[in-house]
């Protein structure tokens, strides 16, 4: 259950040191509070986002400025950066796409790999973009994603062929009947 954590090597040296000394296997408990204080954190990240969409709904085009607050340690800082710039526009199918990440060093709290490694962060900024974007424009938010959804044959923004297991419309359609969103 380390969701990341395991990446930085915190209880290790400390364990290993211990093991040696006592000539036997030792394990490491962390109390919450410890792991608040000597652990990373999930990267605060602020989004800027604009697009271009067709009068039919289609996104035609995409652009991101995503800024991650590192903490005071690279970690790794570096990836988290990428993989929020690879995994920023979703699950759509978007012809044109420019995105650019900045990771700054703070004196903020060390921040590093954590569940999903900067997708869920950005993720949710993407989503509540569109989600705003579908409703200024009077689209109906279901039919929006559907409409612009990875499918078998899609490309996604790193021009990477999808070709088997694409099964966004599948997930979209699951969350309405689940939820059911309205139109706007």
């Not at 990373?40 to 995503?66: L, S, Y």
């Not at 973009?129 to 612009?148: I, P």
């Amino acid at each position: 259950g380390a969701y990341g954590k395991r990446e930085d090597p915190y209880a290790y040296p400390g364990a290993t040191l211990a093991a040696m000394v006592l000539k036997r296997p030792v394990k490491w408990l962390w109390a919450r509070e410890e792991t608040m204080q000597y652990t990373q954190k999930r990267h605060k990240m602020e989004h800027t986002f604009a697009a271009a969409v067709d009068p039919n709904g289609k996104m035609q085009g995409f652009k991101a400025r995503i800024y991650l607050d590192g903490g005071a340690y690279r970690s790794w800082g570096k990836e988290i950066a990428s993989k929020s710039a690879v995994m920023a526009t979703g699950p759509y199918e978007i012809p044109r796409v420019w995105v650019d990440t900045m990771r700054a060093y703070t004196n903020n709290p060390l921040c590093g790999a954590t569940r999903g490694f900067g997708t869920a962060n950005t993720l949710a900024g993407t989503e509540r973009f569109w989600h705003e974007l579908a409703e200024k424009a009077g689209l109906d938010q279901m039919e929006f994603r559907r409409a612009n959804s990875f499918k078998k044959g899609s490309y996604t923004a790193t021009q990477h062929l999808l070709h088997k297991g694409v099964k966004a419309i599948e997930c979209i359609d699951g969350a309405d009947a689940v939820f059911h969103w309205q139109k706007p």
